[in-house]
């Protein structure tokens, strides 16, 4: 073989290894259809799903799980006596769900269940729904499940519910009985305390019948737009107590949220490629103006992610007031709204940065926090300094000033540890967010700032759609850079090592620099 010949087959293997980081990679696919039909006043539903599942695996499944979110919700749940007995419990839940009376609670009760048109038997244990299959999935068979529940919205302590402390009316966020997601580890049944989550990758048909004053807003695009009104085309509809049937769309997702309330404003941004961010908030006069000024900034911040990330793959985004603070959804987040500008543009650049680390590139959040929050936070500070013209130099700094707290705190764990088994939300709360985002930022001082700039190219394109892992990210890290890091990601994400800094010289110039951040032993 020639040395040109050598040369290009070097070349086409280098290549072939980068896009194909793990050739024997797969995933499981399902495909929801659910019709919903919402009693606003009871803040009570109704629904009917079917779901197609896809086996992928070249395993046989024997069973199958799935989310019962809402259950968590209920006193004496797993979330209730957790936030009652850990000693820096979230106030946002802390003595909340126990107070929480009948027809306050959130439930998910299911009333039938079949597979393949024969029925199955399930039992429910807290937030997790058992079912024994008659007929096991065999590799590359799909198998449709039908299901009839019934679901009431909790007062708004997490995440989820009705009538948050700013008055939006439904926050439907993890609302649905969701399949559990199984991969080569097995099933990741956790139960439900608030944190994290996992799903599995599909198209959701969904049809929300709800009453006709009622603006929807969701993660997916409107199919009838014309039908409805409520902002989503230029025909003006009348609001009515007449229940309409609004028919949402999303592919290529692992979830799927929305919220509604009688009040609120749609306005609508198109931006380059077709795409359009859709903002729907209160009509509160005290939160209007900060509204109409961030839409321009979400722009702004799209273009960026796009620029450095990868092209957003969805035909739109849409930012909704509601929830309890900023939480990522697929195609939207819910944040709340009274926020001062600066606040607002920051929680929508955190949030929106999502769609790239979490609601493209799926890690498993249970079990590796560290990457969608570490991720997220990196990047998403990056972003606001430019999208703000804050003129940080260092716009990371307070990561590593939150990190040295948790080192001299002594009460770090290692990165490993699962979400829901960290002993303190600080403890939990700095390694994910901070963490996090000083691996990406010792990472560019290891490798160079071009080199992680390619890398996480390079990781969005080969990894966009799937469920990747630390070492699925290393891999492409030291094919891009060329240096070995298996050293890096064990000691920062498996130990609680710190870094260990030293000057190598000292040079006097004519304009000294303060260094941007402390230095940890």
Same mark, same amino acid.
């Given at each position: 073989?020639?040395?040109? %010949?050598?040369?290009?087959?070097?070349?086409?293997?280098?290549?072939?290894?980068?896009?194909?980081?793990?050739?024997?990679?797969?995933?499981?696919?399902?495909?929801?259809?659910?019709?919903?039909?919402?009693?606003?006043?009871?803040?009570?539903?109704?629904?009917?799903?079917?779901?197609?599942?896809?086996?992928?695996?070249? &395993?046989?499944?024997?069973?199958?799980?799935?989310?019962?979110?809402?259950?968590?919700?209920?006193?004496?749940?797993?979330?209730?006596?957790?936030?009652?007995?850990?000693?820096?419990?979230?106030?946002?839940?802390?003595?909340?769900?126990?107070?929480?009376?009948?027809?306050?609670? +959130?439930?998910?009760?299911?009333?039938?269940?079949?597979?393949?048109?024969?029925?199955?038997?399930?039992?429910?244990?807290?937030?997790?729904?058992?079912?024994?299959? $008659?007929?096991?999935?065999?590799?590359?068979?799909?198998?449709?499940?039908?299901?009839?529940?019934?679901?009431?919205?909790?007062?708004?302590?997490?995440?989820? +519910?009705?009538?948050?402390?700013?008055?939006?009316?439904?926050?439907?966020?993890?609302?649905?009985?969701?399949?559990?997601?199984?991969?080569?580890?097995?099933?990741?049944?956790?139960?439900?305390?608030?944190?994290?989550?996992?799903?599995?990758?599909?198209?959701?048909?969904?049809?929300?019948?709800?009453?006709?004053?009622?603006?929807?807003?969701?993660?997916?695009?409107?199919?009838?737009?014309?039908?409805?009104?409520?902002?989503?085309?230029?025909?003006?509809?009348?609001?009515?107590?007449?229940?309409?049937?609004?028919?949402?769309?999303?592919?290529?997702?692992?979830?799927?949220?929305?919220?509604?309330?009688?009040?609120?404003?749609?306005?609508?941004?198109?931006?380059?490629? =077709?795409?359009?961010?859709?903002?729907? %908030?209160?009509?509160?006069?005290?939160?209007?103006?900060?509204?109409?000024?961030?839409?321009?900034?979400?722009?702004?911040?799209?273009?960026?992610?796009?620029?450095?990330?990868?092209?957003?793959?969805?035909?739109?985004?849409?930012?909704?007031?509601?929830?309890?603070?900023?939480?990522?959804?697929?195609?939207?987040?819910?944040?709340?709204?009274?926020?001062?500008?600066?606040?607002?543009? =920051?929680?929508?650049?955190?949030?929106?940065?999502?769609?790239?680390?979490?609601?493209?590139?799926?890690?498993?959040?249970?079990?590796?926090?560290?990457? &969608?929050?570490?991720?997220?936070? %990196?990047?998403?500070?990056?972003?606001?300094?430019?999208?703000?013209?804050?003129?940080?130099?260092?716009?990371?700094?307070?990561?590593?000033?939150?990190?040295?707290?948790?080192?001299?705190?002594?009460?770090?764990?290692?990165?490993?540890?699962?979400?829901?088994?960290?002993?303190?939300?600080?403890?939990?709360?700095?390694?994910?967010?901070?963490?996090?985002?000083?691996?990406?930022?010792?990472? =560019?001082?290891?490798?160079?700032?071009?080199?992680?700039?390619?890398?996480?190219?390079?990781?969005?394109?080969?990894?966009?759609?799937?469920?990747?892992?630390?070492?699925?990210? $290393?891999?492409?890290?030291?094919?891009?850079?060329?240096?070995?890091?298996?050293?890096?990601?064990?000691?920062?994400?498996?130990?609680?090592?710190?870094?260990?800094?030293?000057?190598?010289?000292?040079?006097?110039?004519?304009?000294?620099?303060?260094?941007?951040?402390?230095?940890?032993?």
């Amino acid at each position: 073989m020639s040395k040109n %010949y050598l040369l290009v087959f070097a070349l086409l293997s280098s290549l072939i290894g980068l896009a194909q980081p793990n050739p024997s990679y797969w995933q499981q696919q399902a495909d929801y259809k659910m019709d919903i039909d919402v009693n606003v006043k009871k803040f009570t539903f109704k629904g009917k799903q079917t779901l197609t599942y896809t086996n992928n695996s070249p &395993d046989t499944i024997q069973q199958v799980f799935y989310h019962l979110y809402f259950n968590a919700f209920q006193p004496d749940s797993e979330m209730d006596i957790r936030n009652q007995n850990l000693k820096d419990s979230d106030k946002r839940v802390k003595g909340r769900i126990e107070k929480l009376k009948p027809n306050q609670i +959130g439930f998910l009760k299911v009333n039938s269940l079949s597979q393949n048109d024969q029925n199955v038997t399930y039992k429910v244990a807290g937030t997790i729904l058992q079912v024994a299959l $008659k007929n096991p999935i065999l590799p590359g068979q799909t198998s449709v499940f039908k299901m009839d529940f019934d679901g009431q919205v909790p007062i708004q302590i997490r995440r989820s +519910g009705r009538n948050n402390a700013e008055d939006v009316a439904f926050s439907m966020t993890q609302w649905y009985p969701k399949l559990a997601e199984y991969d080569v580890e097995g099933w990741h049944a956790d139960p439900y305390i608030g944190r994290e989550f996992h799903g599995v990758w599909g198209n959701y048909d969904v049809h929300i019948k709800i009453n006709g004053n009622y603006t929807v807003a969701s993660s997916g695009v409107l199919q009838n737009p014309e039908e409805i009104g409520h902002g989503y085309s230029t025909s003006a509809k009348a609001k009515s107590d007449k229940n309409l049937n609004w028919h949402f769309v999303a592919n290529n997702v692992h979830d799927f949220a929305w919220a509604a309330d009688p009040e609120y404003i749609h306005d609508v941004l198109a931006v380059d490629g =077709g795409k359009k961010l859709h903002f729907f %908030y209160k009509n509160n006069p005290d939160i209007i103006d900060n509204w109409k000024r961030l839409q321009p900034k979400t722009k702004e911040l799209l273009e960026y992610y796009e620029t450095h990330i990868g092209p957003y793959p969805y035909p739109q985004y849409s930012v909704i007031q509601g929830g309890d603070g900023g939480m990522e959804y697929a195609m939207c987040t819910l944040i709340t709204g009274h926020r001062k500008f600066g606040s607002l543009v =920051g929680v929508t650049a955190h949030e929106m940065a999502h769609a790239w680390f979490q609601h493209i590139l799926a890690t498993n959040e249970s079990k590796n926090e560290w990457m &969608d929050e570490g991720f997220t936070t %990196y990047i998403s500070n990056l972003a606001e300094n430019e999208v703000m013209q804050n003129g940080q130099r260092f716009p990371n700094e307070g990561s590593y000033k939150s990190y040295q707290k948790l080192v001299e705190s002594g009460l770090e764990q290692p990165q490993t540890t699962h979400a829901d088994r960290y002993r303190l939300n600080f403890s939990y709360g700095i390694s994910a967010y901070s963490k996090g985002a000083i691996f990406m930022e010792q990472l =560019g001082y290891i490798i160079g700032q071009q080199n992680l700039e390619k890398t996480i190219k390079e990781y969005y394109k080969h990894w966009k759609f799937k469920h990747p892992n630390p070492n699925d990210f $290393k891999r492409i890290t030291e094919k891009v850079s060329g240096i070995q890091l298996d050293w890096y990601l064990t000691d920062w994400t498996k130990t609680t090592n710190t870094i260990d800094y030293a000057i190598a010289n000292v040079e006097k110039k004519k304009k000294q620099r303060k260094l941007p951040y402390n230095v940890l032993g």
